[in-house]
């Protein structure tokens, strides 16, 4: 069984959390602060990321924190976090793809993307193209993205990337997952073509209590736990990142998740993914997709 109390030490280790402000993001920056790394708690709200930065610094650890304003449904905005990250940081070690958001009204991004699709999927993909150059230069650095077990059931609809067609919140929702997998397997293969040295690994969360599900009727909600059971606490959901971050045994291009009951509780251990997210035609069409829209070359992949 392995826990926090099993993470190698994280002494002169910086690491970006996205959506570090709540649930399993809360969590995973709170459990890389007090391995001693220097946590950068990248929230969409000021006000957010600084009561998350108080709760944590209340509390026994031997790193640093420092907040940072970062609004993935906005790739501009995405751009000028990576930006000012750039200019201030010499080193990136982690980038922990963390920040979702799960069957909200319909609704787009600044850009025009649906907005699970550009939040989970689209925003991440540009975060880490504008900091793929110091990730890659940065030794013994990882790229975690956080999918769901939501991915069993995605599909990329390439004909409705913008959700133009309809809005089905929950197939969006398994969408964006199936694309944050995709994209961190796809990651891998690149990175190995390339013979670069970062490593790009995904982790699923299992079945957690958090905000995430802010958007659900009370009906749904509890037709929804009916069906996968009890709820982990969110520092439970946070140990797959935690151990695809820092584990001596996570594999590149692999996928972490929960051991026990189908993916939803439990402790880390690697999951079997499905044909979905090992498509490797699907897998490039999605990645130029997103190469053309974000106007992003990731550097030499
Ligand atoms: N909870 C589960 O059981 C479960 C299961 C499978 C997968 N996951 C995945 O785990 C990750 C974390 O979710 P959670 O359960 O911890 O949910 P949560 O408690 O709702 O936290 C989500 C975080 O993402 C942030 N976020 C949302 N939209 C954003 C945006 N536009 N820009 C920047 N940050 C944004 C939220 O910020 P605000 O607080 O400002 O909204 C919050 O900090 C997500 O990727 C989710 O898909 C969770």
Redesign the pocket.
């Known amino acids: 069984m392995w826990t926090k109390n099993n993470m190698p030490d994280q002494t002169g280790k910086t690491a970006i959390v ?9 969590e995973t920056a709170f459990a890389l602060y007090q391995a001693g790394a220097h946590v950068i708690l ?4 000021q006000e ?1 990321a600084d009561e998350a930065f108080s709760k944590i610094q209340a509390k026994k650890g031997s790193g640093t924190l420092e907040t940072a304003l ?5 790739l501009a905005a995405v751009k000028q976090f990576a930006e000012t990250f750039i200019q201030k940081h010499r080193q990136l070690h982690l980038l922990i ?6 069957i909200p009204p319909a609704s787009k ?1 600044a850009d025009g993307y649906e ?1 699970q699709f550009g ?2 999927f689209l ?1 991440h993909f540009a975060l880490t193209g504008y900091l793929y150059l110091l990730l890659n230069a940065t030794p013994g650095s990882r790229i975690v993205t ?5 991915y069993l059931n995605g599909v990329i609809d390439f004909d409705n990337l913008k959700s133009e067609k309809d809005y089905n919140a929950m197939r969006e ?1 398994c969408q ?2 199936l694309g ?1 997998l995709i994209f961190s397997i796809e990651l891998q293969r690149r990175i190995t073509a390339a013979n670069d040295q970062t490593v790009s690994i995904a982790a ?11 958007h659900m009727s009370e009906e749904a909600f509890n037709t929804a736990v009916a069906r996968v059971g009890e ?2 606490d ?1 520092w439970q ?1 946070a140990l797959p990142s935690l151990y695809a971050a820092t584990s001596a045994d996570a594999k590149a291009g692999e996928l972490y998740g929960p051991d026990k009951d189908g993916g939803y509780r439990g402790y880390p251990a690697r999951a079997t993914i499905t044909p979905n997210a090992l498509d490797e035609q699907i897998a490039k069409k999605l990645w130029e997709w997103a190469e053309k829209v974000t106007g992003l070359n990731y550097p030499k992949l």
């Open positions: 996205t959506g570090a402000n709540a649930g399993i993001g809360f990248a929230c969409r709200s957010n970062l609004d993935l449904s906005s793809n963390n920040a979702g958001v799960m991004t907005l939040v989970n925003g956080v999918s769901s077990l939501a929702y964006s997952k944050n699923q969360p299992g079945a957690n209590k958090t905000e995430l599900t802010r709820l982990m969110p959901g």
